[in-house]
């Protein structure tokens, strides 16, 4: 379990790299999107990892309120990027 918590945990912040250098604004938003998709895994394991007691409760809370933040940032960013793609503006959320 750990090994998967580090694969999609590292796997959020190489697509975040590749998102800088998104050839398109479409690029991008997938790139963010594939991004959220794995900190939303990683969030999944961090949940595994606290149901089977390998993490500390305050470590646990500690590490969902980071990955909700990011997952939080993640989608406001998306939301955003997908407003210019379609040309409006983007939705309040």
Known sequence: MSRQ??????SIGANLAEAN???????????L???LKEAYETR?????LKATNYLHPNDFASLLADVNEL???LNRSILTNKGKLSGGNPPNS
């Open 44 to 48: 999944y394991w961090l949940e595994i």
């Open 33 to 35: 999107s594939i991004a």
């Open 5 to 10: 918590i580090l694969r999609s945990g590292t």
């Open 21 to 31: 250098g998104a050839q398109s604004l479409a690029d991008f938003v997938g790139k």
């Open 71 to 73: 997952i939080a940032m």
